[in-house]
């Protein structure tokens, strides 16, 4: 099998100096005090683990949890419904919170966690992607953090993958002619 060409997207430098921006950000907006931040696994935690360094060199000292949600992709049929795999150790009542995660994309998956998150208490839920592509939007909803728009390509790496591969890249590359 050969393996696809991807070209770089958003390079390592880029996406470093995007997330130290987004970090000055999250902090102006008042999220620092006793900010907890959910980072949504898989695709989310390369960002989070960037993002939450950003965010102390900006002055703020989160606390980070993380939660596992099955998408509607997984199913068989798109079928809507979405499923804790893996669920924060933290109660959020009462406290700022933060969804960190890859892609906004239909924004059907995270739509339905920030609801989750409000009907638990916490006191505020913002959302923080590194990646937004708006042309896909089924759900209302919108991030209050973009690391970057997204063309509408298949991007990979920074967390993100191909069939289980390309998490590890250290930049978002566009995968060419995938198969
Ligand atoms: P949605 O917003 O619920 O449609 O889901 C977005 C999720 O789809 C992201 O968190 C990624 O896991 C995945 N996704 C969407 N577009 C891409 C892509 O271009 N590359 C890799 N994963 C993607
Ligand atoms: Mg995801």
Redesign the pocket.
Known sequence: MTEPRIDVLFSTEAIAARIAGLAGEIRDAGFGERLLVVA?LK??FVFAADLIRALHHAGVSPEVDFMSLS???AGTASSGTITVLRDLETDVAGRQVLIV??????????AWAKRLLGERGAARVGLAVLLD?PG?R?AEIEADFVGFA?PD????GFG???GHAYRELPYIGHVVDPQ
């Open positions: 949504v695709g989310g998408s509607y992709r995660d890859d892609i906004l994309e239909s924004g059907r998956t995270l592509k896909h089924a997204c390509l298949f991007v990979v993100m993958d191909m």
